[in-house]
Every structure is written in structure tokens, then in C-alpha cells.
């Protein structure tokens, strides 16, 4: 069986049955895509279109498509190498032929059972044919498709098709060329590969999996003819090839003691093991054992630079292998187990996939309860709880699971809402029966109106801040540009002035009018909000803010996309049990007042900065330090919020709760909006992940100053940089200097 995934970028990947195969190929968004492409090809050859922009145009489209993962299944749901189950089909890609479809009926259409070819068909680009065919006994990936090429004596097919996680685009079903589906949905234990008769046992080809294991050997597991998860017989190739190649006559005695002697160091010295991976290359069996011994013999040292640049490259180039195929998306970082007795009451009827985003999105409401209450952070700013909070998802992802939480949060403000909202009428109904020359009754005192409508205009807002007696403002929005509602009539952009101003403490906000009907009022800005929108619809919509501090003043989440096919989220029932569960914590949050100490989460602020710091550090991004500075705030105000609602009381769980949700904040600004904003302040397109890796985690435990450039320059850095970030690191005890270009690791922090 091989996997189905949603798109490239897809975090999650299924079994491919043949319901959801033909759910795919019959799909209209796949149609519609390939169409666009096709035409699109057209226009280049009408001159209509560049072919820059329709290499542009059909990579955007690609990222659509739903995808194959022809070679294996992987059973954790995440597409890496390290977890694939082999299907025991290969696949095989011819590309750049004009006219595939007769391609295949001049070399392939009579051959399909032959060469055990189950599906082939029209690549999206229409200039592509792809086959998916049985793979041959005794072989592996390279091998069959090496056996295949043969077969159509084809010498250009693509070479780079050899890794597990490869994926292929789906194809609309009138690109489908063959298929024989009973023998590509069938189960089949793929086939470990093995030497053809006649192949040379001694060459490299023959190591990947060494045939005629003896009784010694089978003690030796698959696990063992690996080294971190690269076979052997990778390193062995890569070693070779930064060697000169592979011996020949009259240099195989001395290049093969030098790599058992460079092997021992990844082998335990384990002479067994070695005799095992290495290859022969016609020497005898005495000859190897008494070489690969003479190699074990010799004093240990430390590991040679040349073995530690071969697992360097083949680590970077399966990375680079995963990205390729999609499969490196990062996922958000997982939820704790242990939560907060709040927390994990709200969630308690939330489907599993959900429940990130509804722990983060609770928070405004929760903190809308707090009057009069301020809480002083390490910078000795006072700040009370304002909390913004944007969930970011795909179309039908569920971002209506923050709705019903939310709900019951603001049950006991909108009960008081009801009553001044029922006094505001009658007095409006008196106002109006009143002819315009009669005395007119002030408007009533009191008026705490909490809630807020979402399409509520700028007057109206000053006007309910101004009566709110000091209470936060709330709503909650489909929509994030319902927010335009507060954009005002006489500059464009008030709505985000809003946003920022509401964050930062005792900014003031209002208008002065002449008439006197008009609402004439300076107000403090307090005003807590929940908004949702697509993920490319919240792009657009901060995309002209992008440096000016609404994005790093917001919380923002997301809900990670489901499996195709994926059964319906079912959610819990919110009860009178869920309700007086709640009930302690909402009154604790609103008997709260005056300036309130927590010293545990001012200590958690201070140590929660630091490690920002000193992720900015090893990844040289200044994006995410800038970003890092309110998100930690945000941060330390739920810390706060958890504190009052718990009765002032402190928990480990609050601690793990809070870091997460920082770390989970900062994926989602760095994932939606990163890139963007580096392009926005450079002025220049940046092409790399929106994320950024720790870069010291990208080098090895030597290194030195070209391998700092190369690491740089992968991740889109400049060369320039790289000596004051040296000194820095070694400013921070992070590396030591060895000699004048070279480094040594000091220290190394997971969590970074």
C-alpha cells in the first residue's frame, strides 16, 4: 500500500485507499488546477506568457494538488524517511518530453505487464510521464528504477526520485494513461534488494543489503547497518566519492583500511559489524578480516574531519531530501499533558485537534472579567490583561470550536449586558416619542455594556469604552475584517490603531465633534477580542501592517489540517456541570482588584525572555527577537490570568502551559507572517522557510568559519555576518575557539 496526503505541505499522511484515490482524481479543485496549468502552457507557447511566470504559476498551482507517496506508508502520519513502511512500488518520471501521451504508446502501452507498471500517467505539467510499477525481486528504489531505465532505454529519467518520502501530485483521471488498480492497491511486502547474478558482491551497490547472511551475521538487526538513521552503505558511497571514488586495482588494500579505519569510529570498533558493511572490491574473506583488524588495532583518537564531513553532508542532504518532498513542514509545538485546572476544564469537550487553538483563544474573554486590575512586568511597566487573540486556519478547518468555550465565559457579563442594554432602549424609546422642543432625559448611568457588536462603528466604540467605567470591551468575530467596521470615516487604518493602542498601557483614543449629538470623549483603550479567518486572508489582511505592531501585539493559533477522509471532530456536552466547574474560576476573576503580584510568573517572564534571546542569538533573526518581546508579555499575562483564576494560586502546570503557549505563538507569527516581514524591512524578497532554524544546532560539534558561511547561507543569510556571530557565540560560551577559523561546541539547549 503506498499514502495519500492533502497537499505538499500537508502534516498528515494516510493510507491511500482506492475510495480515496478516485476521490482524488475525480476531484474538481484537481481538475481546475491542471486545466489552469495546461492553459497557462498554451499562453507560453502563443507568447501570451514567460515562461518564468508560468514556472511561477505552476508551482503555486502544484502546491494545491493532493499528493501520492508512492514508495511507502508511514504509520506515524508524518512524511519522513526515517518512518517509511515500503510499499514495494517504484516510480519512475520522465520529464521534459513534448508529448507524453504518445511517449507512452510508442514504448510503454504494450510492455505494462512486462514490466509490472500499474498506474502511469500525464504529469501536471503535461510535459511529464510518471509510472508506478512493481519493483523487481532483490531490489531496492535505485536499483529498479536503474533496471527500469534499462528497459525503456531511457538515460535521462529523473535520479532524484529515490527517497521514501518522494511524493507525486495527483492527476485529473483523463491524464490517467493505465491503471491496473487490483495490483496497485495490492498488499506486498516490499523486497529487500539483493546482487543480480553476475553483479561485482564487492562493489558498493551490494552493501545497501548484503546477501547470504550466515547464522553469525542474523544476529546483526537492520537497526545495527545504520549509523543516526543513515545506512552504512550511504556513508560508505558518500566517503568514496569525496575520496576520489571507488578503488581500483592497485589501491584497494590501502583506500579500504583507511575507511574501516575512519568507519570504527560509527561502528563501536566492532570488527564483526565492519566485516559486514564493507565491501570487498574481489578481496578474499581472510584478507578483509585481517585488514578491517589491523584498522581496530590502532590507537582511538578522535573521529576524523573527513567522517564528520560525510554524515554532515548526508544529514543535510536528507533534509534537503524531506524539504523537497514536503515532508518538513514543522509542526507546532505539542500541547503539555499536564494543563492547568482551567485550561483543562475548557477543552475537556473539545475534539483533540482542536484543543490548542481553543487554549489559546480563551483567553480575551477570560480576561474581560478583570476590573481595576494591573499587573507590573519585569520592565516595571504596569499592564492590566489585554488579550487579542486571531485563529488562522484553513477553509473548513473548524474554527468555530472557540465559539461554544467562549460562550460560557461570557455567560455572566452578557446577563448584565441584557439589563443595561434593556434600560438603554426604554430610554431611546423615550427619547424618540419626545417631539425635538421638548426636554429630553439624559442618558441613564450605569450603562456598563461589556459586549461589544463585531460591525460596531468608530463613535459607537468611543461611546461604550467611555461608559465601560473602566471595564474591557468585548466581541468576538467571524471575521477578521469585520474589524474595518473601527476603520472611521476621516483616515483609513484606525482599526489597527486600535489594536495597538489597546495592547500598550494608558494610551488614550477618542474624537472631538462639534455637534451636539456627536460623541465628544478621550478614552483609555481597553478592549479584549477574539477574531478567525482563513490563513491566506489574515495574511492579506496585516500584509500592509506588517512593521507597524499590530502582528506581534496579537496571540495568534491555528488548527493543523485533518486527514482526507479523516472522521468528523465530536465534540463533548456543555452541561450545568460544565458551568458550575466554571463558575469558582469566573468569580475569582471578578472579585480581582487592584495591582496584583505574581512572583512566579515575573520569574518565568524573566527566564522565558532570556531564552528568546538566546534563540535570536544562535538563529541571527531578528524578526523573531522583535516578535519575541509582546509575545512574552502575552505570555506572562495568561500566566497572570491563570494565577487569579486559580485564587492566587501557583502550579507547575500553569508554567508548562505558558512556555508552550509562547512557543506555540511565535510558530504561528513566524509561520504566517516571518518571511513577510524580513522582505518588509530588507526590501528585498527573502526566499526560505518562514521559520528559522537554530543554526548552531545545523553544525557539527567541529566546526569551522566556511562551515558557519555554508549553514548561513542555506538558511538566506548573508556571509558578512558570520564572524560577528562567531564572537558572539563565543561571547556567550557557546563555542570555544580551537584554532583561529575553527570552533568547538560548548553547550547545546533542546528547547532551542
Not at 291 to 308: G, N, Q, T, V, Y
Request: glycine content about 6%; hydrophobic content about 35%; proline content about 5%.
Amino acid at each position: 500500500m503506498f499514502g495519500i496526503s492533502n497537499n505538499v505541505r500537508s502534516r498528515v499522511v494516510r493510507t491511500c485507499t482506492p475510495e480515496l484515490f478516485h476521490q482524488a482524481i475525480h476531484s474538481p479543485l484537481v481538475g481546475r488546477i491542471c486545466a489552469e496549468i495546461a492553459d497557462a502552457l498554451e499562453a507560453v507557447r502563443r507568447g501570451e506568457m514567460t515562461p518564468e511566470d508560468f514556472e511561477t504559476l505552476k508551482s503555486e498551482r502544484k502546491k494545491q494538488l493532493p499528493i501520492f507517496t508512492p514508495h511507502a506508508t508511514f504509520p506515524g502520519g508524518r512524511r519522513l524517511n526515517s518512518d517509511a513502511v515500503p510499499s514495494g512500488l517504484s516510480m519512475y518520471d520522465i520529464d521534459h518530453i513534448p508529448a507524453p501521451r504518445e511517449y507512452f504508446h510508442e514504448h510503454v502501452a504494450g510492455r505494462t505487464e512486462e514490466l509490472g507498471i500499474v498506474l502511469a500517467h500525464v504529469t501536471p505539467s503535461t510535459e511529464g510521464l510518471r509510472l508506478f510499477f512493481i519493483i523487481p525481486p532483490e531490489m531496492g528504489l535505485e536499483e529498479a528504477q536503474r533496471w527500469m531505465s534499462h528497459q525503456l532505454n531511457d538515460g535521462s529519467y529523473d535520479q532524484c526520485v529515490k527517497d521514501y518520502a518522494r511524493s507525486s501530485f495527483a492527476v485529473p483521471a483523463d491524464y490517467i494513461l493505465y491503471l491496473n488498480e487490483a495490483e496497485l492497491f495490492r498488499e506486498r511486502e516490499a523486497q529487500k534488494a539483493k546482487p543480480h547474478e553476475g553483479e561485482d558482491t564487492g562493489s558498493i551497490s551490494s552493501v545497501r543489503n548484503p546477501a547470504g547472511t550466515s547464522e553469525k551475521d542474523a544476529s546483526v538487526t537492520s537497526d545495527e547497518l545504520a549509523f543516526k538513521g543513515i545506512p552504512y552503505a550511504d556513508l560508505i558511497a558518500r566517503w568514496f566519492s569525496l575520496t576520489g571514488g571507488e578503488p581500483v586495482a592497485g589501491e584497494r588494500n590501502d583506500r579500504l583500511h583507511r575507511l574501516a579505519s575512519h568507519l570504527r569510529y560509527i561502528t563501536d570498533n566492532n570488527e564483526s559489524l565492519l566485516l559486514r558493511i564493507m565491501p570487498r572490491y574481489g578481496l578474499e574473506e581472510e584478507e578483509m578480516r585481517s585488514l578491517i583488524h589491523s584498522a581496530c588495532a590502532s590507537k582511538f583518537c578522535s573521529m576524523p574531519r573527513l567522517m564528520k564531513d560525510v554524515i554532515q553532508q548526508e544529514e543535510q542532504e536528507r533534509a534537503q531530501a524531506e524539504t523537497e518532498a514536503g515532508s518538513d513542514v514543522p509542526l507546532p509545538p505539542p500541547m503539555p499533558r499536564k494543563l492547568p485546572p482551567l485550561i483543562r476544564l475548557l477543552v475537556s469537550r473539545t475534539p483533540e485537534i482542536y484543543r490548542p487553538a481553543v487554549a489559546h483563544a480563551v483567553f480575551p474573554s477570560l480576561a474581560a472579567h478583570l476590573w481595576k486590575v494591573k499587573f507590573r512586568y519585569i520592565d516595571n511597566v504596569e499592564h492590566e490583561a489585554t488579550l487579542m487573540n486571531v485563529l488562522m486556519a484553513g477553509t473548513g478547518a473548524g474554527k468555530d470550536c472557540i465559539s461554544e468555550p467562549i460562550n460560557r465565559i461570557m455567560a455572566d457579563i452578557r446577563l448584565r449586558d441584557e439589563e443595561n442594554l434593556r434600560r438603554e432602549r426604554e430610554w431611546k424609546k423615550e427619547v424618540n416619542s419626545r417631539g425635538a422642543n421638548k426636554d429630553r432625559r439624559q442618558r441613564p448611568e450605569g450603562l456598563v455594556i461589556q459586549e461589544i457588536d463585531a460591525d460596531m462603528t468608530n463613535p459607537a466604540f468611543v461611546m461604550r469604552t467611555a461608559e465601560a467605567d473602566g471595564h474591557f470591551l468585548y466581541t468576538k468575530l467571524n471575521e477578521i475584517d469585520q474589524f474595518d467596521a473601527l476603520r472611521g470615516n476621516g483616515r483609513g487604518g484606525q482599526q489597527f490603531q486600535i489594536m495597538c493602542l489597546a495592547f500598550d498601557p494608558g494610551n488614550r483614543y477618542g474624537q472631538t465633534r462639534v455637534g451636539t449629538q456627536s460623541v465628544t470623549e478621550k478614552v483609555t483603550v481597553r478592549f479584549n477580542w477574539n477574531a478567525a479567518t482563513t490563513i491566506q486572508k489574515g495574511k492579506r489582511y496585516f500584509s500592509k501592517v506588517l512593521t507597524d505592531g499590530p502582528v506581534s501585539r496579537i496571540n495568534f493559533c491555528t488548527i493543523p489540517e485533518r486527514e482526507i477522509g479523516a472522521d468528523m471532530p465530536v465534540y463533548g456536552t456543555y452541561d450545568a456541570s460544565f458551568d458550575e466547574q466554571l463558575r469558582p474560576f469566573i468569580e475569582n476573576l471578578t472579585k480581582a482588584r487592584g495591582q496584583i503580584d505574581c512572583p512566579q510568573a515575573f520569574r518565568l517572564a524573566t527566564k522565558l525572555r532570556e531564552e528568546n534571546a538566546e534563540f535570536a542569538r544562535l538563529s541571527q533573526s531578528r524578526v523573531y527577537e522583535n516578535l519575541s518581546f509582546r509575545a512574552n508579555v502575552i505570555a506572562w499575562l495568561k500566566a497572570c490570568v491563570l494565577f487569579v483564576a486559580s485564587g492566587y494560586r501557583w502550579e507547575k502546570s500553569i508554567e508548562d502551559f505558558v512556555r508552550w503557549s509562547l512557543q506555540y505563538d511565535m510558530w504561528c507569527k513566524m509561520e504566517f507572517f516571518g518571511a513577510a516581514i524580513e522582505e518588509a524591512q530588507d526590501g528585498r524578497t527573502v526566499n526560505r522557510t518562514p521559520g528559522r532554524c537554530n543554526l548552531l544546532k545545523l553544525l557539527p560539534d567541529e566546526f569551522s568559519l566556511a562551515d558557519a558561511i555554508r549553514v548561513r547561507q542555506a538558511e538566506g543569510m548573508d556571509a558578512e555576518g558570520t564572524k560577528g556571530m562567531l564572537r558572539q557565540w563565543v561571547h556567550r560560551r557557546y563555542v570555544t575557539i580551537v584554532t583561529n577559523d575553527n570552533y568547538s561546541k560548548l553547550k547545546y539547549r533542546k528547547d532551542n
